[in-house]
């Protein structure tokens, strides 16, 4: 070992400038030279142990934006735009894609046919959607229930209307509509098996009657 690496043995346990000099028969200003050459260096560096500042995972929502009230699940301005559309003003699925994502993206009326119901299926949109719907039954004093109460009130007086006066044009139309509300308000589709069966009773006598035409 070299007088240098004993010289910084002594230094790092903590001997000081003067005492290293005397005993290895060197200049003071020897002993720093080494020092700053060598680059000695007593114990670690200090490590700034404050806590970082953990940064915010709160995003700005964006203008236009709606978020749950529990925080989860944000919607784009157009997601919240359709939305509106569907729930708020009952606009077809394809149309109201079209006018929220005309600006973005300008849809084809393919895509739209396409998408719109697709973006409708999506859970938080179809909460959504629901939400808006149930604010306006709520604002004009409406509910489903009384919707259902209404369609099934035409549905009945046109069936009691077929059984008293036969099939015709005006009170099979009105028998049907009302079905396919009831069916609409439910969520019973076409391809459902809990389509009603008057519903194809009433189409099958329809169709022999206008070959019978």
Known sequence: MTKQEKAEKDYLSGMKYKDIAEKYDISINTVKSWKQRYKW??????????PKKQKSMHTKQKKGAYKNKDG???????????????????????????????????????????????????????????????EMATKHKWSMEQAAESYIFVHDE???????????????????????????????GPDSNNEDVVMNFIRTRRGSNDKGD
């Open 41 to 50: 260096q007593r114990g670690a560096p200090k490590k700034n142990n404050a």
């Open 72 to 134: 989860s699940s944000e919607l784009s301005p157009q997601q919240e735009l359709f939305a509106q559309l569907v729930g708020g003003k009952r606009i077809p699925l394809y149309r109201a894609y079209q006018i929220a994502y005309h600006d973005i993206t300008k849809p084809t009326l393919s895509t739209c046919y396409t998408n719109g119901p697709r973006l409708a299926k999506q859970e938080n949109i179809k909460l959504r959607i629901a939400q808006i719907s149930q």
């Open 158 to 188: 046109a069936k009691g209307d077929i059984a008293a006066y036969g099939l015709g044009k005006a009170n099979s139309d009105a028998m049907l509509n009302a079905t396919d509300k009831l069916n609409e308000l439910f969520g019973i």
